[in-house]
């Protein structure tokens, strides 16, 4: 019943004339594809969430991707716009090119035992996956077979691109990938990003532009007791720029957003510190404004040093456009998610959720039962999220759309364990498995419909770039930082090893970890003591 009214809804999506469109039995092939690989979904979900890799440490789960891509008939380039966790696996001839994307790394701080609603961390101190960025790519490495498979067999021209967002929260990579040609000749581009609905929008997203940059102050060093007069602290430095920053802030439009971190505060005490560092995140709602908030911050930083008797230097990290998505091929996407409708949740699964939210104390909603609406500017009104994500860089290149899929539980936390604790759980299973059809389902569309390519590139270049220019805030001597964690993981890594999932020895990672989801809802007693 269930696949002959996804049949009958699939024909009503298809236009004519059918040599410029899918035919539905194609498509229901592509679905049936896609579901063959819900096991090896579920492996990959889970694999890379016990790997729980940071920003720019991801070696475990490249190495993972571009193992599974290359034995299925995808050629890989690794290392690209010099970040070593980085790769691009192509495929096809002929055709439009379509890339596809998906986030891959954690957060520091956040590890978590999933399958348990109590917050408790499979390794202390650990990054992990507080976000979900373990389900975006085996998303679009199954959705990406699903297509090559079909498009082999009916002798559909198109090639297919797939590449990892390395260090998507540091913001710290799509701009150097941009700046190195590696969507150069790319026709569309399609990026998937975990969510608690499923759907996907067009015209500006309300995220912010952001540029993440370090101030590093310079100083003399002195005894702090004996002879302080002959330092200069470059601590003093570092905490003038905040105070002042602070005080600025009043002054600022309401729509921006920054904060920071001292990254460097000294050594001991008892010596006045020659060198300290702050690291900060600057986000507003347009490129113009962007650049000015952050020569703002410059003078203040400037203006600190100045105060101190100290100098500084900056080093740009990383760089988020804002975000603006592609209209026709986010119409073309939501009709495809329509047609896939949302995964089938068990009553464990909405336990679970339950659970999660009551022992956390956040909002108590369902998992949905209905796909979001179509989020257009008229819908969202003037609404602004704060944050940021790179892929903004992509959409000023080339027509880019974003799929928001349903593998997390409403109301959660982000970039916090409570976003961990369904990510190797069948919610982010299902939610992955239904995001990989509407993107097989999308792909299809592209290399059968030219007009859909002639019309995402006639917006693109009409509509979305007469409102603004790219303008990337990277130097061309700026490049990716691809240090940062390296000593934290060097720590941690070894300890965290040993609880990396063995799909060959058990079913799923919730059985390794002795975990009883059917039975628990969410109930941290029932998790072993191993």
Do not use: C
């Given at each position: 019943m269930?696949a002959f009214?996804l049949?009958t809804?699939?024909?009503?999506?298809?236009p004519?004339p059918?040599?410029?469109?899918t035919d539905?039995?194609?498509?229901?092939?592509v679905l049936?594809?896609?579901?063959?690989q819900?096991?090896q979904i579920?492996?990959?979900v889970?694999?890379i969430f016990?790997?729980?890799?940071p920003g720019?440490?991801?070696?475990?789960?490249?190495e993972?991707?571009t193992?599974?891509l290359e034995k299925?008939?995808?050629?890989?380039?690794?290392?690209i716009?010099?970040?070593?966790?980085a790769?691009?696996a192509s495929?096809?001839?002929?055709?439009?090119?379509?890339?596809?994307?998906?986030?891959?790394?954690g957060l520091l701080?956040?590890?978590?035992i999933p399958?348990v609603?109590?917050?408790?961390?499979?390794t202390?101190?650990?990054?992990?996956?507080?976000?979900?960025?373990?389900?975006g790519?085996?998303l679009?490495v199954?959705?990406?077979?699903?297509?090559?498979?079909?498009m082999?067999?009916?002798?559909?021209p198109?090639?297919?691109?797939?590449?990892p967002?390395?260090?998507?929260?540091?913001l710290?990579?799509?701009?150097y990938?941009?700046?190195?040609?590696v969507?150069k000749d790319v026709?569309t581009s399609i990026?998937?990003?975990v969510?608690?609905?499923?759907?996907?929008?067009?015209g500006?997203l309300?995220l912010?532009?952001?540029?993440?940059?370090e101030?590093t102050?310079?100083?003399?060093?002195?005894h702090?007791?004996a002879m302080?007069?002959e330092?200069?602290?470059?601590?003093?430095g570092?905490?003038?720029?905040?105070?002042?920053?602070?005080?600025?802030r009043?002054?600022?439009p309401?729509?921006?957003?920054s904060?920071n971190?001292i990254?460097?505060g000294?050594?001991?005490p008892?010596v006045?510190?020659?060198?300290?560092?702050?690291?900060?995140y600057?986000?507003?709602?347009d490129?113009?404004?962007?650049?000015?908030?952050?020569?703002?911050?410059?003078?203040v930083?400037d203006?600190?040093a100045?105060?101190?008797?100290?100098?500084v230097t900056?080093?740009?990290?990383g760089?988020?456009a804002p975000?603006?998505?592609?209209?026709?091929l986010?119409e073309?996407?939501?009709?495809?998610?329509?047609a896939?409708?949302?995964?089938?949740?068990s009553a464990?699964?909405?336990?679970?959720?339950k659970?999660?939210?009551?022992k956390?104390?956040?909002?108590v909603?369902?998992?949905?039962d209905?796909?979001?609406?179509?989020?257009t500017?008229k819908?969202?009104?003037?609404?602004?999220?704060?944050?940021?994500d790179?892929?903004?860089?992509v959409?000023?290149?080339?027509?880019t759309?974003?799929?928001?899929?349903?593998?997390?539980?409403?109301?959660?936390?982000?970039?916090?364990?409570?976003?961990?604790?369904?990510m190797?759980t069948?919610?982010?299973h299902?939610g992955t498995?239904?995001g990989?059809?509407a993107?097989?389902?999308?792909?299809?569309d592209?290399v059968?419909t030219?007009?859909l390519?002639?019309d995402?590139k006639?917006?693109f270049r009409?509509?979305q770039?007469?409102?603004?220019?790219?303008?990337?805030l990277?130097?061309?001597?700026?490049?990716?930082?691809?240090d940062?964690n390296a000593?934290t993981?060097?720590?941690?890594?070894?300890?965290m090893?040993?609880?990396y999932y063995q799909p060959?020895k058990?079913?799923?990672?919730l059985q390794?970890?002795g975990?009883d989801?059917?039975?628990?809802g969410?109930?941290?007693?029932?998790?072993s003591?191993r």
């Amino acid at each position: 019943m269930r696949a002959f009214a996804l049949a009958t809804i699939l024909s009503g999506l298809v236009p004519a004339p059918a040599l410029a469109a899918t035919d539905p039995a194609v498509k229901q092939e592509v679905l049936a594809a896609v579901e063959a690989q819900r096991k090896q979904i579920q492996v990959m979900v889970d694999q890379i969430f016990s790997f729980g890799e940071p920003g720019f440490q991801e070696q475990k789960t490249s190495e993972y991707l571009t193992s599974i891509l290359e034995k299925n008939g995808f050629t890989i380039q690794r290392g690209i716009a010099g970040v070593p966790t980085a790769f691009t696996a192509s495929w096809g001839t002929g055709g439009p090119k379509i890339a596809l994307g998906s986030d891959i790394d954690g957060l520091l701080g956040v590890s978590q035992i999933p399958g348990v609603a109590d917050i408790k961390p499979l390794t202390e101190g650990a990054p992990g996956h507080g976000e979900g960025h373990n389900s975006g790519m085996p998303l679009m490495v199954a959705a990406a077979i699903a297509a090559k498979q079909v498009m082999t067999k009916h002798g559909i021209p198109g090639r297919l691109m797939l590449w990892p967002g390395v260090a998507e929260e540091l913001l710290a990579t799509k701009a150097y990938y941009v700046r190195a040609g590696v969507f150069k000749d790319v026709d569309t581009s399609i990026f998937a990003h975990v969510n608690t609905g499923f759907g996907t929008g067009w015209g500006d997203l309300g995220l912010t532009g952001m540029i993440s940059v370090e101030y590093t102050f310079n100083g003399k060093t002195a005894h702090s007791a004996a002879m302080p007069w002959e330092g200069r602290s470059a601590l003093d430095g570092v905490e003038l720029m905040d105070v002042m920053w602070n005080f600025r802030r009043e002054h600022l439009p309401l729509v921006q957003r920054s904060h920071n971190v001292i990254t460097n505060g000294g050594g001991q005490p008892n010596v006045v510190p020659d060198k300290a560092s702050s690291w900060y995140y600057f986000r507003q709602k347009d490129f113009a404004s962007l650049r000015e908030l952050y020569q703002t911050g410059n003078q203040v930083a400037d203006a600190a040093a100045l105060a101190t008797g100290t100098t500084v230097t900056r080093k740009v990290l990383g760089f988020a456009a804002p975000n603006y998505a592609n209209k026709p091929l986010a119409e073309a996407l939501y009709a495809n998610i329509q047609a896939v409708g949302m995964p089938q949740w068990s009553a464990a699964d909405q336990a679970f959720a339950k659970a999660v939210q009551t022992k956390n104390h956040l909002k108590v909603e369902p998992l949905p039962d209905k796909v979001a609406p179509l989020s257009t500017p008229k819908l969202r009104g003037d609404a602004s999220f704060g944050g940021s994500d790179d892929i903004g860089d992509v959409m000023w290149t080339v027509p880019t759309v974003t799929i928001g899929y349903p593998a997390n539980i409403p109301n959660v936390i982000f970039h916090h364990s409570t976003a961990a604790m369904a990510m190797a759980t069948p919610i982010a299973h299902k939610g992955t498995v239904a995001g990989a059809k509407a993107v097989a389902l999308t792909i299809l569309d592209i290399v059968t419909t030219p007009e859909l390519v002639t019309d995402a590139k006639a917006w693109f270049r009409d509509v979305q770039l007469k409102e603004q220019a790219y303008d990337p805030l990277i130097a061309p001597a700026d490049m990716p930082a691809i240090d940062r964690n390296a000593r934290t993981m060097a720590q941690v890594r070894p300890t965290m090893a040993k609880r990396y999932y063995q799909p060959d020895k058990f079913e799923t990672y919730l059985q390794q970890l002795g975990v009883d989801y059917e039975a628990s809802g969410g109930d941290l007693s029932v998790e072993s003591a191993r």
